[in-house]
């Protein structure tokens, strides 16, 4: 595992309980959508690489009763969170797996009907051989369906604000380029989808972020002064009060076409 990627999941081990409790509730719109987007798909298992605490299992388990549901993820702390959601459903074929997301083991190859994630992508080290490994491990007429925060969420907001107080911008250039390699797997959606979400204040919005968030990693990084600095440029340039935004996400929906036997086979 490389240094960053060991560092991104001892961030998520520490943020896991908080995220689950302050996080989880404003993401729901977008692990909706990514559910619902996913539209008819044949049969086999459905992933969900970068699973988190797997907020998107319920709805999977609705969509898709008695099919085998499986979540990966690389931080011990949001795969025990993940395990205690999946206990509390009766579904006798969910599995949670502590692995590596960005490049999937071999066993899923070609398998899938499905394959959801949501707000992992981007925090990957290399999204472009993720969604390739992705794709791969879909079955003929399976699909993607792909949420992920991009380089340019929102124009303002504390995403905007965060982002102007850290003062280096991340490397956003593989998002031009992460459709390119897919082979023959048909793009069927390709947009922004924006919902409101809410925040008692800026100074809760930080140390959510801080302490229950991507930005634990950060901290984990630079240490505690370093984040006090920030947190008080960040409260002192945000607005008072209640503060609602609108962050924009790219939604991505790709099939897995069947291969010219399979659509040559005669319908009755």
């Keep these: 595992m490389t240094e960053r990627l060991d560092r991104v999941a001892r961030g998520w081990d520490e943020a896991a309980d908080g995220y689950e409790q302050y996080f989880v509730p404003r993401f729901a719109a977008w692990v909706k959508t990514a559910v619902g987007a996913i539209g008819g798909v044949p049969d086999g298992p459905v992933l969900v690489p970068c699973c988190g605490t797997f907020p998107e299992l319920e709805l999977l388990v609705e969509r898709?009763?008695?099919r085998e549901l499986a979540g990966i993820d690389l931080s011990g702390g949001m795969v025990r969170r993940a395990r205690e959601r999946a206990a509390r459903l009766d579904h006798p074929s969910v599995q949670v797996v502590q692995a590596d997301a960005s490049s999937l083991d071999a066993r899923w190859s070609g398998l899938c009907a499905a394959v959801v994630s949501v707000f992992g992508l981007q925090q990957l080290p290399d999204p472009e051989a993720a969604i390739r490994s992705w794709v791969g491990a879909l079955t003929s007429g399976g699909r993607m369906c792909v949420v992920y925060w991009p380089g340019e969420t929102e124009d303002d907001g504390p995403f905007a604000l965060l982002g102007k107080v850290i003062g280096e911008r991340s490397d956003y250039s593989w998002e031009d380029r992460l459709l390119a390699d897919l082979g023959e797997?048909?793009?069927?959606?390709?947009?922004?989808?924006?919902?409101?979400?809410?925040?008692p204040d800026a100074a809760t919005y930080f140390d959510?972020?801080?302490?229950?968030?991507?930005?634990?990693a950060l901290a984990l990084a630079r240490g505690d002064a370093y984040i006090a600095d920030l947190r008080a440029r960040f409260v002192a340039d945000a607005p008072a009060g209640e503060w609602t935004h609108h962050p924009r996400a790219r939604l991505i929906v790709v099939r897995k076409p069947l291969s010219r036997a399979e659509a040559a086979r005669p319908t009755s």
């Design 208 to 216: 959510a972020a801080d302490h229950a968030g991507p930005m634990r």
């Design 64 to 66: 898709f009763p008695g």
């Design 185 to 199: 797997a048909v793009i069927e959606r390709d947009e922004l989808v924006s919902y409101p979400m809410t925040h």
